[in-house]
Every structure is written in C-alpha cells, then in structure tokens.
C-alpha cells in the first residue's frame, strides 16, 4: 500500500517571500505519479502540479516547482512570490492505478500581509 | 464548460437513515472518483468508475456504495447512516482513465449525521 506523509500541519511565510512545503511517500510501485493540490475556503481541490516518477527533471508551473528525491521518495513543493490567494490547504498525492489517489494528511498556509 | 457539479451542498440526516448522492462530471469526461473528506482520517479514497464499471474500491464496508450511468454521471449511495460518515464527499471527473490523468474536483457534498 501507498503511504503520503506531510510533516508540516501548519506553514507561514511573509507575502512575496519564498515557502517549502514537505512531502514524503513509500510506495513499491516503479510507475507513479505524484501531485500537489490546493483546497481554498470553497473546498473544491484544485491541481497545482504533477510530477512523472519516471522523469528526473522537476516541473515547474509558474511559480510553483517540485524538488523530486527519487531515492529518497521525497516531494517538496516550492511556491515563489508568494500571494494572499495562495493561502489555502496544500495536499501531496501520489496515484499508481487509475485516479486512485493517496493523500497526505495537508499542510495548512498561511500567507502573511 | 461547466465544471464538476455535486448535489447537493449540503444534507442532513439521521442515523440509520440512507442517503444518495449525484456528480456530474465535465462534458466528455468519461472517469469519476469519490473520495471522503474527515478532520481525523483525511482524504481517502471511495471509488472510482470508467465507462459504468467500478475500476477500484477504497477500503470502506458495503454500506458504501455507487454506479456510473451511461451519460457519465455518478451517483454514490451510503445506507444505515452512521455517526462516522459525517463528512465532505468530493468527486473527481477526468477525461479517461490512465495513470496520468489531471482530475477536476467538484465543490463536495457536506454530509451530516445526527
């Protein structure tokens, strides 16, 4: 079975300033992908970017970006700039059949004015 | 386009009771997820369905159940209500069923048992 672990239940960060956000995983799988996604107030869980494990190079979306650990089945995702809306919950998942997701348990952000 | 759309928002009901709820995906996605969404267990997975057949099953008892309709729209169906089932139940739709798939949430249905 898949496992998602986010160490981080809280963050905070300055706006316009640069956060990390945790994110680790096990699986036994050689096919994979992993995710982040944001959940607002509105509760509707949004995609922020999605990672290939077969591919070494970290994605990037904006100003969002991954640092992808292969070997270490680590997943941290980098928002740059940050703004007042991306305040939010941040869930890490990873997904090895179908749209079978495994979440981590969330990271809540806090965006300072 | 109009995105995922769950009904309703919001239910109440007793224990014991049953309850359905609906998802209508995208236009032209043909794959739908349920997931259940509590403060103390998280973000679990239900189900998932891809051209009216379940695909996966989360580890959830009989009680929990669903189909997929020939249009692509879900229902899911949770009988003898218990206190524990109070939740969000979000859905996901995507355009078909493969690993990579980008899935689009709906807003949820916020469950309450009494």
């Known amino acids: 079975a898949q496992t998602v672990t986010q160490s981080q239940p809280e963050m905070s960060v300055q706006e316009a300033e640069t956060v990390t956000l945790s994110c680790t995983y096990d699986t036994s799988e050689s096919d994979y992908y992993l995710f982040w996604y944001k959940q607002p107030p509105s509760r509707q869980m949004i995609l922020v970017i999605r990672?290939?494990?077969?591919?070494?190079q970290n994605a990037t979306e904006n100003r969002f970006s991954v640092n992808f650990q292969k070997a270490a089945k680590s997943f941290s995702l980098k928002i740059s700039d940050s703004q007042l809306g991306d305040a939010a919950m941040y869930f890490c998942?990873?997904?090895?059949?179908?749209?079978?997701?495994?979440f981590g348990g969330g990271t809540r952000l806090m965006v300072k004015p | 386009k109009a995105g995922v759309t769950q009904t309703p928002r919001y239910l109440i009901k007793t224990r014991g009771q049953q309850v359905t709820l609906s998802c209508s995906p995208i236009s032209g996605h043909r794959s739908v997820s349920w997931y259940q969404q509590t403060p103390g267990q998280g973000l679990q997975f239900l189900f998932e369905?891809?051209?009216?057949?379940?695909?996966n099953k989360g580890n959830f008892p009989g009680r929990f159940s669903g189909r997929q309709f020939s249009n692509s729209r879900s229902e899911m169906n949770v009988s003898t209500l218990e206190l524990g089932d109070s939740a969000l139940y979000l859905c996901?739709?995507?355009?078909?069923?493969?690993?990579?798939?980008?899935?689009?949430f709906g807003s949820g249905t916020q469950l309450s048992v009494l």
């Open positions: 996901a739709s995507s355009l078909e069923w493969t690993l990579n798939e980008k899935l689009f």
């Open positions: 998942a990873s997904n090895n059949a179908g749209n079978m997701l495994t």
């Open positions: 369905y891809f051209s009216e057949t379940q695909r």
């Open positions: 990672q290939e494990a077969y591919k070494q």
